[in-house]
């Protein structure tokens, strides 16, 4: 049987010392000022470094529509 190794409190700190949490960045969107995390689109405008990459609205109403698929099926 294999006799575990101990960790002395150094060991233990110098492992714990990497398990810290760090604050999101969050940037402000040129258009329109509204806050989202850095390197992402913003989920409110579907822009990401100026372009449209996400149709908001298509989702909005694919929603919607879902929704009331639901309602109708109950």
Same mark, same amino acid.
């Given at each position: !049987? +294999? +006799?575990? !190794?101990?960790? @002395? #409190?150094?060991?233990?700190?110098?492992?714990?010392?990497?398990? #810290? %949490?760090?604050?999101? *960045?969050?940037? %402000?969107?040129?258009? @329109?000022?509204?806050?989202? %995390?850095?390197?992402? $689109?913003? %989920? +409110? @405008?579907?822009?990401?470094?100026? =372009?449209?990459?996400?149709? +908001?609205? $298509? #989702?909005?109403?694919?929603?919607?529509? #879902?929704?009331?698929?639901? *309602?109708? *099926? =109950?």
């Amino acid at each position: !049987m +294999v +006799v575990r !190794m101990r960790h @002395t #409190k150094s060991q233990r700190n110098r492992t714990r010392s990497h398990d #810290k %949490l760090f604050n999101p *960045a969050v940037t %402000l969107d040129k258009n @329109t000022n509204i806050p989202h %995390l850095r390197h992402r $689109a913003s %989920l +409110v @405008t579907g822009q990401y470094k100026g =372009r449209q990459v996400i149709d +908001v609205q $298509a #989702k909005i109403a694919k929603r919607a529509k #879902k929704s009331k698929e639901q *309602a109708n *099926a =109950r």
